[in-house]
């Protein structure tokens, strides 16, 4: 009698299972594009205009002044798809973007997209010159298409051991039409490659490297951190993002710099002052108790300020306290 199951040779096993995994891959690939595919007819051209808000009254704590004093990097956008990523928070930096973290270096972010352009998936790469100080405009013209509709850039805090801001994939595409306008502000990221608390901390290597995370008021949770300020429930903006869409085309650029700066973008903003708290050392050791042997002497203990108030923190408490103590190295009246 013979059986009813149908023998199928070896070969044609292997080629039923090639097709199927070659299937799912594309599914895959499918669904991984459904959320950041774009129909648009043809390119579009934005404006790209960074604005940082660093300043002494919104970040009072620790500012600096000196051997640098506050500033910003220069600017680096990207456009890409989905299948390329500049940065992303809670994952750990690259390479190229450990060294501009720290160094504010881009010779290998450039690299890393270059690779990623022949693999079509980064389109253009912008730079933009640097602020000298904590507060000003850097702007560039970009050029986004539908095959790279994803937009992500970077700017370092200078000084910091790590520290940074930046957009992740921000999408100009939606359906089949371009944005127009899009403003959003911007807080401190940790690359989590430098342990330092302070802006002017040294290098100290994160040993093993964590992931990229967003620097707020309370965390890290450390007194000594240059943006904790326990009393604030989320740190004022640092900076600002506003990208707007042009009609026309953007000049081809030979270096890829630019700095433009738009009229309508140089309106100053204006925060509240952030109020800073004074901070004391702990008490010293009492020192010895000066005095008559009759009768009780003195003794005092000082501390000393570890940080100033500004804009109407809490004021320092007293310095010097002291209280009545026995001399106990009296010799008795004969």
Known sequence: MMSSEILVPGWLQQLLVVLLRFTLSC???VN????????ARGPASYIVVFTGHWSPQTFPKQYPLFRPPAQWSKLMVVTHNEQYRLWQEGAPASDGMKSFAEQGLTVDLV?????ARKRRSVGSMYRTAGIPSGIGHSSTEVLLTPRSPLLSLIVKLI???DWFVGVDGLNLCEGGKWKQEVTFDLHPFDAGTDSGFTFSSPNFPTTPPENITMITSQKPNHPANSFYYPRLTE???????????QSRLPVRQQNRLSNHILPDASKPH???ETPLDCEVSMWSSWGLCFGPCARGGLRHRTRYILLKPANSGSPCPELEEQEECTPHNCLADQ
């Open 159 to 161: 000084p910091s051991p």
């Open 32 to 39: 991984s594009t459904n959320g950041t595919e774009c129909s």
């Open 235 to 245: 740190l004022p903006p640092l900076a600002t993002i506003w990208v707007k869409r």
């Open 27 to 29: 599914a895959a690939l």
């Open 111 to 115: 690299k890393d997209a270059k690779e």
């Open 270 to 272: 204006r925060f509240s």
